[in-house]
């Protein structure tokens, strides 16, 4: 005889709690990301503020401080730089289509056809940008956030005890400095490997006479978060436009890009991400691509903090199971 499947009260409850909880996090998802871009923010700050804190400045100070050089150092890049930026990106834009007719005739490219085709996608790379840097508010609330966490951050622990008891709040408290040291790191790494690969970039790039250099090295640095199809990205406009003044150049250009990525490869990212335990390639990629289908270019660059996080999460479960083993034999 069949068996009878019964489903209790309990579970139905319990399903579709998980299932309007998940609604209602997709609802407020805008204010998550606000949420996971300030934790992460704070990782990276938190040593600074904690350096500081060490020399009698108070906490309240410390942050201050080091918002003060922050702030004040992007408000210097973005003044000496995104002038020349905008402006060179502006001629490369442009440009461009002449240079791939120019390169590639036997294709017959039709401009029109590439450029509604590829125009969704730049109008979400601008939304993304307006997002960043030119919404106060969004920037403002994440300061404000960020400003609070790092405040609340040594505190942490006794809020914790107030809801849990002890040992709980001790598995916490682990769980949440492994997750802050991970997600620090890795932030502080990438950032690093950032300015590496733009300034490489930039450097080869003017020594061979190459036009646009400080856009195309800017666009290098920034796909530096994408693995492996990054770097090819960021080296086709950099060939394309190195053609247009000989093939050897182009050659040059392109052999400069792969010794970059060797470099980085097998130097550069050994020493910079020492402390982030690093992913295949492929589940960033997914990570990446899941992310873009729920966030869009927001959610593409939070999946992979979360992809961080789901390990340390993961580790500790086990070790709480091991340490307290279920009674039933």
């Excluded at 996090?25 to 600074?48: C, G, K, N």
């Excluded at 890795?186 to 490997?193: D, F, K």
């Excluded at 020594?207 to 990205?233: C, Q, R, S």
């Excluded at 050994?270 to 960033?284: A, E, L, N, T």
Aim: net charge neutral; hydrophobic share 60%; proline share 5%.
């Amino acid at each position: 005889m069949p068996k009878k499947i019964e489903i209790s009260h309990r579970t139905i409850l319990f399903t579709l709690g998980v299932i309007v909880g998940a609604w209602l996090l997709f609802q407020v998802r805008d204010i998550i990301y606000l949420l996971i871009i300030s934790f992460i923010l704070m990782t990276v700050i938190h040593p600074a503020v904690d350096a500081l804190h060490k020399y009698k400045i108070p906490r309240v100070l410390a942050i201050l401080l080091v918002y003060v050089v922050i702030i004040g150092g992007f408000a210097l890049i973005i003044a000496s730089l995104i002038p020349s930026i905008a402006s060179q990106s502006s001629g490369l834009i442009q440009n461009l289509p002449v240079y791939a007719e120019r390169v590639i005739p036997m294709l017959n490219i039709d401009i029109h056809a590439i450029s509604q085709e590829i125009a969704p996608y730049t109008q979400n790379i601008l939304k993304f940008g307006v997002e960043i840097f030119n919404n106060i508010v969004n920037v403002l609330t994440i300061l404000v956030f960020t400003f609070y966490f790092l405040l609340a951050r040594n505190n942490m622990n006794d809020w914790v005890k107030t809801m849990v008891n002890e040992h709980i709040a001790i598995r916490i408290s682990n769980v949440m400095d492994d997750i802050e040291v991970r997600i620090g790191a890795w932030a502080r790494g990438q950032i690093i490997l950032m300015l590496i690969i733009g300034i490489m970039v930039y450097i080869g790039l003017t020594l061979f006479g190459i036009d646009y250099a400080l856009p195309l090295a800017v666009f290098a640095g920034l796909l530096e978060v994408v693995p492996m199809i990054g770097p090819i990205v960021s080296a086709v406009p950099a060939v394309l436009v190195a053609f247009t003044i000989s093939p050897l150049h182009a050659l040059f250009v392109a052999i400069l890009y792969f010794i970059i990525q060797l470099l980085e490869n097998h130097l550069i990212v050994p020493i910079v991400m020492k402390k982030s335990v690093g992913f295949s390639p492929i589940v960033i990629i997914l990570a990446f691509l899941i992310g873009t289908r729920f966030g869009g270019p927001v959610g593409a660059i939070l999946a992979l903090p979360v992809i961080l996080v789901i390990p340390v999460i993961i580790q500790h479960f086990i070790a709480y199971r091991n340490e307290n083993p279920s009674k039933e034999e």
